[in-house]
């Protein structure tokens, strides 16, 4: 993993916070996040664990499988 | 500069422009934004054109330069 400081870092796990919050609200396992993202399964856990700085297109894809807004797995800072 | 799908590409363009637009309703040239983002020049030129797929970092970066919500920066789809 790379190091992040600490403001990027409080970004990135806000983020994953927020993305597994979704997913458990929509009652989906990473698996099944992982499937209907076409990302990979370790991906999802770590993005969730706010260990990937996710580019805008992964975002927009994850959104679209919750059923969310991207801006609602955003924090704004 | 990588090949996207349609959609994916959409998102990246959308997101350009509107960091275009709040670039320039906050009179900064994209010099200026990048010396304060601390990102190359040409980066701040490719991201506004939708050819980089920007990273949720970046994203924050570029929003607090610019004054602006993450969330406003990105078009829900």
Redesign the interface.
């Not at 700085?53 to 297109?57: A, C, D, E, K, W």
């Given at each position: 993993m790379t190091d992040?400081n600490k403001h990027?870092a409080e970004?990135?796990v806000a983020?994953g916070l927020r993305m597994r919050e979704f997913r458990q609200n929509k009652g989906l396992s990473q698996e099944e996040l992982a499937e209907i993202t076409d990302l990979h399964r370790t991906y999802i856990g770590s993005a969730e664990r706010g260990e990937r700085?996710?580019?805008?297109?992964n975002?927009?894809r994850i959104?679209?499988a919750l059923d969310v807004?991207?801006?609602s797995l955003?924090e704004?800072?």
């Open positions: 992040y990027d970004i990135l983020f700085n996710v580019s805008l297109i975002i927009a959104a679209k807004p991207v801006s955003i704004d800072k």
